[in-house]
Each structure stands twice: as C-alpha cells, then as structure tokens.
C-alpha cells in the first residue's frame, strides 16, 4: 500500500517536462536531439531587464517581499493593463506569483470546491486538468477540431455549462494550438456567460504578445462579465523571462484576496529581484518584443510550409503563441522495426528514438489526435528537425 497520498497519486506528470526531460536523457548519451517539447523562446532575457536585476542586489533588494507582489510592480501591472489592454484594475487586484503556473493553481484552488464542474476546451495546456483534480472539481471538456481552428461556439459553451459549473478555463493566444479568439468570437462567448452568473471565467493571456493578426482581445473588456474573469499573465513569454519565475493574475478584490491568502500558505511573495526585473520590463517599452515576435512570425512561416509537405499530416496555420498541434492519425496503425504506432504519445516517443527530434503527444492536451510542435528555438534547428521528422515518417508503413 502507498504511503503517498491520493492526490498525489492521481495526479500525471507534466507531459512537455516528461518529453523534454527524455531528450536531456537522450541527448546526455551523446545524441544529437532537436528539442521542439518546451515553449521556451530561444531568446535571452533584454539587457535592460537583467541589469534592473543586477542593481536591485546591489541596492539590497534582498529581503521577504509582500505576499502579493511589490506596489511598484503592481502599479506597473495595472498601468500594462490599462495602457495596452484599456482594462481598469486597482493595484488591490493584481497578486503576483512564482510564474503564471502558480496563478493558475491559485485561483483555480481559491474558486474550485470538491464536486463543482470546470469547462475546458480541447486542447487545453496539459496542467488546467491536473489543477482540476487538485482542488477535487470535476474537468468537463468541449472538443475542437483542426478544421475550427481549435475553437469553441457559443452553442458548445452553452451546452457544456449546468448548474453545478464554476469555472470556464481557457487560453488566447492558445497553449498548444496557437489558436486566437478575436473580439467578435469573445463577445459571442461573453454573451453567454452573462446568461450563467454563477460561472466565472479564467482567461490565460500569457502568450498575449506572440499574436500575429491583431492586437490582443481580452474576455474582460466585457463590463458585464468583466467582474467574473481571473486574467492569468506573466512575463516568461513576452520578454524570454522563462527562468525568472514571475506572473499575476488580476481579478476582482474578494478573489486577489483569497490568492494572496493561499499564496501566503505557500510560498508567500514572489523572489525580490525577479519583481525589480519586471518593473523594468513593463516601463521599458515592448521594443524587444515586437523583434521577436517578428522572428517567431517567421518561423511560424517556415515550418507550415515544411511541415505542409510531409503526408499524413492535417494541420493549419496559428495565429499566436509558438506552437503547430498537427493531426497525425493517419500514421496510426503504422509499423516500423516491428514496432506499432498505436496513439499521438507513441508517434511522439517514436519521433525522439527515430528523428532523435523531442516533441509531446497531445493526449495529455486532451487530444489524442495530434502532437505538439513548439517552433520556439532557431530557424537552422527547426528545418533540420522538420526534415528529421519527415524522413522518420516516411518509414512508417
């Protein structure tokens, strides 16, 4: 019998960190391994960001923080919030977290009580139903399809929700789809949500400037649902911050409230140096930005032309964040040395031992159907591994 505890038990482990995880192992025996599992920008952090950083040490910035985040950078956020999205926030609204990870969990922990449904389209980033099951909800999945472009209707939304639904968690720009709901699409969806005022709404707006086609739209310009939406943001896309452990949410007083109640349990404030570095990305202008999401444009470009040519493969052309979610049932079935691809995360693990190309099957997206592809490291790498990955599914018979 296990020691451990049913919740931990129940829970999976995070795919993406599983399947890049394999290709450090791989790679550590000498393998060369084209990472496409992480979406991590290949780019290094602004040096304007890093030396805020570094006179934050030497100005002794170095001690516990307040459990929401400095006022400073709060006034920041709320200035971000108000300058690039026309969204009023009160800095009493915004708790800052280690990462938008931990604003997830927080304000899914804050909302969620045992037996309450949580709406999540599919694909969905693979931790909204691990937080889920963590704060015991019941996960209730609408499924989207490539040729929708991976999006939700209002008549799915409408269906989906019951009297006993809490939350409606979703991300656009979209984590693994790259799919973005314009203004139009929200409203629809909004439209509904203020028939059910018993169902709040988590907007994940962390790919926010990785958007190729128009300004970002959040859910929360809506006024008339505005006050149930918890923004989920952070700094680790934008501004190649990954490393730095920094996001927020902003959200009505009564929930900021119980998210800094849960963080003090936890960890309490976010590190002191991170918060200096990210006032200094949010005062500093989004000129770094725009030059990379300028290279990610192209990039994107790249690879839905290589990745066009290979048979098999559906797919279509995302509008935001770093990622193609191909469907690859068509090599279901299929065979090679013996071995029989059954499911995505099989193609997946078949691609890392045969292309020695990293990349995470979707079923822990919740969908089966397709891989994840992040275009985020170098244009050089992608085409090889592109060409890798094509020649490995050639075999397949």
Not at 105 to 123: F, S, Y
Not at 146 to 159: D, S
């Amino acid at each position: 019998m296990s020691a451990l505890s049913n919740r931990i038990n129940n829970l999976s482990e995070s795919q993406t960190i599983k399947m890049a995880k394999m290709g450090r192992e791989l790679a550590a025996k000498g393998v060369d391994v084209i990472s496409l599992s992480f979406g991590e920008p290949d780019f290094h952090t602004p040096e304007h960001i890093k030396e805020a950083a570094k006179q934050a040490m030497d100005k002794n910035f170095t001690y516990y923080t307040p459990v929401a985040g400095y006022p400073e950078l709060r006034k920041a956020v709320v200035a971000k919030l108000k300058n690039e999205n026309n969204l009023d926030y009160d800095v009493s609204q915004i708790v800052v977290s280690t990462g938008a990870k931990q604003a997830i969990a927080n304000a899914v922990l804050c909302l969620v009580n045992p037996g309450e449904e949580v709406i999540i389209p599919t694909p969905y980033w693979v931790s909204y139903s691990e937080v889920v099951k963590l704060a015991e909800g019941v996960s209730v999945f609408i499924n989207t399809t490539v040729e929708q472009n991976f999006k939700i209707t209002p008549e799915q939304l409408e269906a989906a929700i019951t009297p006993k639904t809490k939350l409606f968690m979703f991300s656009s720009p979209c984590n693994p789809t790259g799919s973005v709901y314009s203004k139009d699409e929200l409203e629809g969806l909004a439209k509904v949500f203020e028939k059910h005022p018993h169902v709040y709404i988590m907007s994940d707006e962390i790919y926010e400037h990785i958007n190729y086609i128009d300004k970002h739209e959040s859910i929360a310009q809506f006024d008339y649902i505005k006050d149930r939406v918890v923004i989920i943001n952070g700094w680790s896309k934008a501004f190649a911050m990954t490393g730095w452990r920094i996001g927020y949410t902003a959200s009505n007083k009564e929930i900021a409230t119980a998210c800094d109640k849960m963080q003090g349990q936890i960890t309490s404030g976010t590190c002191s140096i991170t918060q200096r570095a990210g006032i200094a990305a949010y005062e500093g202008g989004l000129e770094s930005v725009l030059e990379m999401r300028a290279a990610f444009k192209k990039r994107r470009d790249i690879v839905y032309k290589l990745l066009s040519e290979i048979d098999g493969i559906k797919l279509n052309l995302p509008d935001g964040a770093f990622y193609f979610f191909p469907n690859v049932t068509s090599f279901f079935g299929k065979s090679y040395n013996g071995k029989t691809i059954k499911d995505a995360d099989e193609l997946s693990i078949f691609l890392l031992e045969e292309a020695h190309v990293a990349t995470v099957g979707g079923d822990s997206f919740g969908d089966p159907t397709s891989i994840r592809i992040s275009y985020a490291a170098a244009e050089d790498k992608l085409i090889e591994a592109v060409r890798r990955i094509k020649e490995a599914l050639g075999k397949l018979a």
